[in-house]
């Protein structure tokens, strides 16, 4: 059933009939892998499949329970912990992986500091680090903390972390999962010498048109078993998926159904100033579904932010149901039916050390009150229904989050945001790390969640999500609305010009009139 | 093959970590009884329960707040500056209310009211001054041990003798033989274990320990829930004192030296997590009696020296973790 | 002497009753003294711990120039150094209770007897069972007035049919008096005597005494004369029967006579040795102060 | 345009939290200076820096320690072990030595080495036998103090009066007029500061405290780092010892005692964060100088009760970490 047809003498990094278990569930069975030098060899498949695990064990990260890695052609045993990087083999993790206290340069340096004397060079760090940012396009001070940094400019970090390191083998476990086409596009530039330089390059991504752009080859596992690895040339975004997902995937998006054009204006935002935020209007009306999009850093998180209460306003009016309202706390727009999801669910979406059921009803626990007390058999209903729903794929319920790939980590966030019942609801990267199939699935819950009369916000870095979703696209720039499209006018071309700064929108001071 | 192999060591570990400090339990009555025939003694365990007691409500206040990711160390003081305070408000009233109850009720109340007030003080200096906890705490543990020496005038502040003997049956009297400190540690306990498994509130906590941007995202008032856990800890710390005062009827500079760390120690041995995110009652109430069963023991025997009293406490409380890590390794 | 004199008084922190009473007694006496003689100046400062007291007698030489100083060590051993500094800069010294690791640093002492409070109560437990019977001792802290009050007892007793069952740590503290007198009580059916070494852990175990109803069973001697034993004694109390003095009172003593040093023009010097007496139904009357938290 | 608007209000932010404890410092000297004119003499300034020297090395110890996340709290008896050993060794090493500095020295070797072994204890149990930082040292605070206690009987242990005098000048003389103990202070401070700013170590105990499974990650190998942060903790115990022993010439069971509180408390008012991640040594000398010259101005005045010196101080530390918080909730 595999094909791995790849030349065992001219791979660097090669598995052989690697198994894993986590204590007694099994994830990988009997997985063969191998990457040459010079090439991106991609491996896709759904949430939970087992590809973060695969590429933990070609890292050295876990390790296999049976089977056997080898190294320029030597079989080897990685060891532990990361250090496999010394062996020229470089991860870059799913999960952002950064220590929030450290400095952007203390980071990309981490764990090989440059010295002099024995002492830390600091200002060679400092000026390597600016260097390798650039080389990616990314402004941040190498002395900021990454605390405060946004989710993607840590990621960029990530990359840049990566990149700046001797890897021979760089594996990258969706990098672009946060990332918008500008940054996405920098990274592939990067990538491309990198493998010019005879580097190899494992990618995982769930964005079928990046694969088939950048990889030669394509791994495909289900259910821990491998699928097939096939050339790229020979397959097109469909044939992935279908090998994915094991069925038709057509209509990756629903039909858009229009809002009424009389549908009343929900969520009304004048002049908005706050952190991140220098000015911006915009409508949401009734059951429509309104895209943002924008460069990473553009503010669009902020603005959401602002408008539920997490940070504090510094000018602007804000109106629900044309009521002017201030929120302060998250509870109280909660309580007034907006709610928002955020993107990141590490930081800021999940208690990694819980189980799923008090994650689920976290934002919702009033709704599990029996005389006061917490109603167990309710949480679990309501877990059963949103296990269903959002098809999230656990070992079972007391496996701490943390432990759940990362695709099922976003559905149950989805599902915990949905248990408010919003009206309006801001979702942050819906489907970061999701793969094609639960995509699909999403993005007809969401069309039928604005069919029923619900509004929806949907920032996202992908661009066809936008497209494909959205009524109606804000472009952000700078903190500032750069573009209000519609209809016809959401393209891909006209999106990038607003968001590049390329072309300005007088719609800012339409609205405002 | 895999699962054959990985499921007995899993079903180990949990059991492990939950029994852990359940396990060392056993272990020390063992030890208890292999040394003294009076050991098990309806006297002596009654004993050893009741004078827990104070430290037990105090450290299930103190499961709550390191559960949600604070720490208390002003416990010990607060408890003197109540005790002082009870004891001066009913020598007070004794004048005009006369001997009895009333005096008592009057006290007990004025010690409740000042425990929340004083956790209030500590939850707003945390929550609203945005100081860290150890330090708003180590602040008030120097002003409440500093206000319970001034008002005693560097001695001893005693309740009059009376009154004294009114009060004396709250701690040494009980309900069907069983002393009223330990019917109160236990409902403490059974209330503190409800709320921390059954309501929204403990849920609170622990999110809050776990990841505060999470809890904060997830709608939940950040500095109300951490408010609430330092007011629960001082009230709580009233309610120890309440049984504490009528057993020898005094406070002084000394009083509850020390309560602060036995307290935290009782949580982190009952398996709760210092850093917050996961606390367990149950598991404080078998942590503080372990504490109270090693120094019973210390007592009833003569082969260790008693100025190595302090090594065995310390090496017992080393192993009975040590136990819960059991596995963790494999 | 001169026109305007300053005293510095450093005693350890009130951490248990009897250092309670040093610290009220050093400021009584300080007051009073203070209006009686409006050219003396006094500083008072109390530590938890012997690097506090010495920074507490640098501080009053380098930045309030005391002319003399009158010290009770709470680590004697480890202040004699410091205590020296302060006579080598001239300035007159008096040591109150604690004797200094080297003779002749101070100018005054003025002391409490530790040993014999050990021994005086020896002698009681004697006369009191001269048949002999079990005794359980509860002792302060491990520091040395301890050893020697622990020493002086098991001197006294020596060669008599009393049987000390075990002595565990009390911490000069009332709960622990308490915990400890009941872990005996549990442990040993048979007890005729108890000796706490000190008044505040004599109350705890009073109470766990009480509670186990065996209060005709045996006598408690404790030590240093604290008010509310002193009132059982003088009320014929058959548990308290006896109390030995230890007084913190000492300390006034010894500021008393060090102001007259410099006020009455007299010189004083050498050793004042306060007895510990046997304080008992007879002669109680001389220890009470109604006014003393002591 | 986006960085001009934060700029100012993210400077702001570090200004204060970086000069925090030198404005608390600073208006401490103001209070001193107008109490007394002797405030800022010479011989005052050298005491309260020489005395503040112990709590101050091991301060820097523990600035590692709770960088890297952890906690020890076991330094302050382990002082007392350590000089109670060092004095031992010197008095037996008399007879075969003479008096002289070869017996100073042996014991000063002495003392470095059980230093060092005494921290290894600590950090083997921790991270080897992972079990939480607070429950090891806990349980090697009592067995250290129980430890001293022992050997010296329940007593003091007491130097050799001839040896003392050879020693002694290790505390009271010094270089150009300044005190020994306030230049081994300087230099550890500034030994201390490199290595966190400046070399890999200090780098990763910061990366370690802030996120374990990150370093870990980084390949930087977590259980040595942090096993060589405690031993750095007891090397730097035995170091203040050195200069302890000669001023005291003793140790007994009292020696040390809350030693540990005070020098977390140090680090904590310099603004290294408790639950680890970010830490600096020279605020950490700011926060044990600000606590020795609370002490100090309390001497300095007659004003406050004495039963009051530990509100004061309690109030004194709330308000110097008060300062740095200061903008934060804008
Ligand atoms: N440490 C762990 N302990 C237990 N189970 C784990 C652990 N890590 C992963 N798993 C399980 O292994 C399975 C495969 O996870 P993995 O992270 O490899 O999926 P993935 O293919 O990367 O998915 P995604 O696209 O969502 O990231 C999942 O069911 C996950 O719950
Ligand atoms: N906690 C923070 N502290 C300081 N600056 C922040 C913080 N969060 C966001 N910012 C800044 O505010 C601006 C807007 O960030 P935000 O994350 O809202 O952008 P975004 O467009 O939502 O990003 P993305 O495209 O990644 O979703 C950025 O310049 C960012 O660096
Ligand atoms: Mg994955
Ligand atoms: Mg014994």
Same mark, same amino acid.
């Given at each position: 059933m595999s094909s791995a047809e790849g030349t065992p003498a001219s791979a660097i990094l090669s598995a052989h009939r690697i198994s894993k278990s986590f204590g007694d569930i099994p994830v990988l069975f009997s997985v063969d892998f191998d990457v040459k030098p010079g090439e991106v060899h991609a491996i896709i498949g759904e949430n939970g499949a087992g590809k973060s695990t695969l590429i933990k064990i070609l890292s050295g990260i876990e390790e296999p329970t049976s089977g056997s890695i080898s190294l320029d052609g030597q079989t080897v045993?990685?060891?532990?912990?990361?250090?496999?990087?010394?062996?020229?083999? %470089?991860?870059?993790?799913?999960?952002?992986?950064?220590?929030?206290?450290?400095?952007?340069?203390?980071?990309?340096?981490?764990?090989?500091?440059?010295?002099?004397?024995?002492?830390?060079?600091?200002?060679?760090?400092?000026?390597?680090?600016?260097?390798?940012?650039?080389?990616?396009? %990314?402004?941040?001070?190498?002395?900021?903390?990454?605390?405060?940094?946004?989710?993607?400019?840590?990621?960029?970090?990530?990359?840049?972390?990566?990149?700046?390191?001797d890897a021979r083998v760089l594996i990258m476990d969706e990098p672009t999962a946060v990332l918008s086409?500008?940054?996405?596009?920098?990274?592939?530039?990067?990538?491309?010498?990198?493998?010019?330089?005879?580097?190899?390059?494992?990618?995982?991504?769930?964005?079928?048109?990046?694969?088939?752009?950048?990889?030669?080859?394509?791994?495909?596992?289900r259910d821990g078993q491998l699928i097939a690895t096939v050339g790229t040339e020979a397959l097109t975004p469909d044939s992935i998926a279908q090998m994915m997902v094991g069925r038709e995937l057509s209509n990756?998006?629903?039909?858009?159904?229009?809002?009424?054009?009389?549908?009343?204006?929900?969520?009304?935002?004048?002049?908005?100033?706050?952190?991140?935020?220098?000015?911006?209007?915009?409508?949401?009306?009734?059951?429509?579904?309104?895209?943002?999009?924008?460069?990473?850093?553009?503010?669009?998180?902020?603005?959401?932010?602002?408008?539920?209460?997490?940070?504090?306003?510094?000018?602007?009016?804000?109106?629900?149901?044309?009521?002017?309202?201030?929120?302060?706390?998250?509870?109280?727009?909660?309580?007034?039916?907006?709610?928002?999801?955020?993107?990141?669910?590490?930081?800021?979406?999940?208690?990694?050390?819980?189980?799923?059921?008090?994650?689920?009803?976290?934002?919702?626990?009033?709704?599990?009150?029996?005389?006061?007390?917490?109603?167990?058999?309710?949480?679990?209903?309501?877990?059963?229904?949103? %296990?269903?729903?959002?098809?999230?794929?656990?070992?079972?319920?007391?496996?701490?989050?943390?432990?759940?790939?990362?695709?099922?980590?976003?559905?149950?966030?989805?599902?915990?945001?949905?248990?408010?019942?919003?009206?309006?609801?801001?979702?942050?990267?819906?489907?970061?790390?999701?793969?094609?199939?639960?995509?699909?699935?999403?993005?007809?819950?969401?069309?039928?969640?604005?069919?029923?009369?619900?509004?929806?916000?949907?920032?996202?870095?992908?661009?066809?999500?936008?497209?494909?979703?959205?009524?109606?696209?804000?472009?952000?720039?700078?903190?500032?609305?750069?573009?209000?499209?519609?209809?016809?006018?959401?393209?891909?071309s006209e999106i990038m010009r607003y968001a590049a700064g390329i072309k300005q929108s007088e719609h800012n001071e339409r609205i405002n009139a | 093959m895999p699962d054959a192999m990985a499921k007995p060591a899993r079903a180990f570990r949990i059991d492990f970590k939950t029994a852990g400090p359940l396990v060392a339990l056993a272990l020390l009555v063992l030890l208890g009884i292999t040394l003294n025939e009076n050991f098990l003694s309806y006297n002596n365990l009654t004993n050893v329960l009741a004078r827990s007691s104070f430290i037990g409500i105090i450290a299930i206040g103190a499961t709550f707040v390191i559960t949600s990711g604070g720490l208390d160390l002003s416990v010990g003081s607060m408890a003197a500056v109540i005790a002082g305070v009870m004891i001066m408000v009913m020598n007070w009233l004794i004048p005009s209310m006369g001997i009895g109850w009333g005096v008592v009720l009057a006290g007990m109340l004025a010690g409740v009211l000042l425990g929340g007030v004083a956790g209030t003080f500590n939850g707003l200096m945390i929550t609203r001054g945005r100081i860290e906890a150890f330090i708003v705490t180590l602040g008030t543990m120097g002003i409440f041990r500093s206000l319970v020496t001034f008002l005693a005038n560097g001695g001893t502040l005693s309740l009059n003798f009376e009154v004294a003997d009114v009060y004396r049956p709250v701690y040494y009297d009980g309900l069907l033989g069983v002393p009223y400190p330990i019917i109160v540690f236990a409902?403490?306990?059974?209330?503190?274990?409800?709320?921390?498994?059954?309501?929204?509130?403990?849920?609170?906590?622990?999110?809050?320990?776990?990841?505060?941007?999470?809890?904060?995202?997830?709608?939940?008032?950040?500095?109300?829930?951490?408010?609430?856990?330092?007011?629960?800890?001082?009230?709580?710390?009233?309610?120890?004192?309440?049984?504490?005062?009528?057993?020898?009827?005094?406070?002084?500079?000394?009083?509850?030296?020390?309560?602060?760390?036995?307290a935290i120690a009782g949580v982190i041995i009952g398996g709760t997590t210092l850093k917050g995110g996961y606390g367990r009652v149950w598991g404080t109430v078998v942590g503080v009696v372990i504490l109270g069963l090693i120094g019973n023991i210390l007592n009833l025997q003569s082969l260790i020296s008693p100025y190595l009293n302090g090594a065995f406490q310390g090496v017992i409380i080393i192993l009975a973790v040590l136990l819960q890590r059991g596995s963790r390794n494999s | 002497a001169q026109d305007k004199v300053t005293i510095g008084v450093s005693v350890p922190a009130a951490d248990h009753g009897w250092t309670g009473g040093v610290n009220y007694f050093a400021q009584q006496a300080i007051e009073r003294l203070g209006t009686t003689y409006p050219d003396v100046e006094f500083v008072f400062a109390s530590a938890p711990d012997a690097p506090k007291q010495i920074a507490d007698i640098e501080d009053m030489v380098s930045t309030r120039n005391i002319d003399a100083l009158v010290i009770l060590p709470g680590d004697p051993d480890a202040m004699t150094s410091a205590i020296k500094q302060v006579k080598d800069a001239g300035k007159f010294v008096t040591v109150v209770d604690r004797q200094l690791s080297i003779a002749g640093v101070e100018n005054l002492y003025v002391a409490g007897d530790n040993p014999g409070l050990g021994a005086n109560s020896a002698a009681y437990f004697k006369e009191a069972l001269p048949e002999?019977?079990?005794?359980?001792?509860?002792?302060?802290?491990?520091?040395?007035?301890?050893?020697?009050?622990?020493?002086?007892?098991?001197?006294?007793?020596?060669?008599?049919?009393?049987?000390?069952?075990?002595?565990?740590?009390?911490?000069?503290?009332?709960?622990?008096?308490?915990?400890?007198?009941?872990?005996?009580?549990?442990?040993?059916?048979?007890?005729?005597?108890?000796?706490?070494?000190?008044?505040?852990?004599?109350?705890?175990?009073?109470?766990?005494?009480?509670?186990?109803?065996?209060?005709?069973?045996?006598?408690?001697?404790?030590?240093?004369?604290?008010?509310?034993?002193?009132?059982?004694?003088?009320?014929?109390?058959?548990?308290?029967?006896?109390?030995?003095?230890?007084?913190?009172?000492?300390?006034?003593?010894?500021?008393?006579?060090?102001?007259?040093?410099?006020?009455?023009?007299?010189?004083?010097?050498?050793?004042?040795?306060?007895?510990?007496?046997?304080?008992?139904?007879?002669?109680v009357g001389e220890y009470l102060d109604a006014n003393s938290p002591f």
């Open positions: 045993v990685l060891p532990p912990n990361g250090a496999a990087e010394a062996l020229g083999i %470089v991860l870059i993790h799913q999960e952002q992986n950064l220590a929030e206290h450290l400095t952007v340069a203390d980071s990309i340096f981490l764990g090989r500091e440059l010295k002099i004397f024995g002492f830390l060079d600091v200002r060679e760090m400092r000026k390597r680090a600016r260097a390798v940012m650039e080389t990616l396009h %990314v402004y941040v001070d190498p002395d900021a903390r990454i605390s405060t940094l946004s989710v993607a400019d840590k990621q960029m970090v990530e990359i840049a972390k990566a990149i700046s390191r086409v500008g940054e996405t596009e920098t990274l592939f530039e990067q990538i491309r010498r990198l493998t010019d330089r005879g580097v190899a390059v494992i990618f995982i991504s769930h964005k079928l048109d990046e694969i088939m752009q950048l990889a030669a080859r394509v791994t495909v596992l990756l998006f629903p039909p858009k159904i229009e809002p009424d054009v009389d549908a009343p204006v929900v969520l009304g935002v004048r002049n908005l100033v706050a952190k991140g935020v220098k000015d911006i209007s915009f409508d949401l009306r009734r059951g429509e579904i309104l895209g943002f999009a924008g460069l990473i850093g553009s503010g669009r998180t902020a603005v959401a932010e602002a408008v539920v209460g997490l940070h504090h306003l510094n000018g602007g009016e804000i109106t629900l149901d044309g009521k002017p309202v201030n929120f302060t706390r998250v509870a109280q727009s909660v309580d007034a039916g907006l709610a928002y999801m955020t993107k990141d669910r590490k930081g800021k979406g999940l208690l990694l050390n819980m189980g799923l059921r008090p994650n689920l009803t976290l934002l919702t626990l009033q709704k599990h009150l029996k005389a006061g007390f917490l109603d167990t058999a309710s949480e679990t209903r309501a877990l059963e229904r949103a %296990v269903r729903r959002f098809d999230i794929r656990a070992r079972d319920a007391s496996v701490a989050v943390g432990r759940l790939s990362g695709g099922n980590q976003q559905k149950l966030m989805l599902g915990k945001t949905m248990e408010s019942e919003p009206d309006i609801i801001i979702m942050d990267e819906p489907t970061r790390g999701i793969d094609v199939g639960t995509k699909q699935q999403i993005y007809h819950i969401i069309a039928a969640l604005a069919a029923e009369g619900k509004s929806i916000i949907v920032i996202s870095s992908e661009m066809q999500e936008v497209i494909g979703l959205a009524h109606r696209v804000v472009v952000m720039r700078e903190g500032r609305l750069a573009g209000m499209l519609e209809g016809a006018e959401i393209t891909e | 409902l403490v306990a059974i209330g503190g274990e409800i709320v921390m498994r059954r309501t929204a509130f403990g849920r609170h906590c622990a999110a809050i320990g776990s990841n505060e941007q999470v809890a904060r995202y997830s709608s939940i008032n950040v500095d109300n829930v951490r408010l609430l856990t330092y007011i629960l800890q001082g009230t709580l710390v009233a309610v120890a004192v309440l049984l504490y005062v009528p057993r020898l009827g005094s406070a002084s500079s000394t009083t509850g030296v020390l309560w602060e760390l036995e | 002999g019977g079990n005794v359980v001792i509860l002792r302060g802290l491990p520091i040395p007035i301890d050893q020697q009050r622990f020493d002086g007892f098991m001197g006294g007793i020596e060669g008599t049919q009393i049987k000390v069952l075990d002595d565990e740590f009390a911490n000069w503290n009332r709960d622990d008096g308490f915990k400890v007198m009941q872990d005996f009580l549990t442990r040993f059916p048979d007890i005729k005597g108890v000796w706490a070494q000190d008044d505040d852990i004599a109350l705890g175990a009073i109470e766990a005494i009480k509670q186990a109803g065996r209060e005709d069973e045996m006598f408690i001697v404790g030590g240093a004369g604290m008010q509310q034993i002193l009132k059982a004694v003088e009320a014929g109390d058959k548990l308290t029967p006896i109390d030995v003095s230890y007084s913190p009172a000492m300390i006034a003593t010894a500021i008393e006579l060090t102001t007259s040093h410099f006020t009455g023009g007299i010189q004083v010097g050498g050793r004042y040795i306060l007895d510990s007496t046997v304080i008992t139904q007879d002669n």
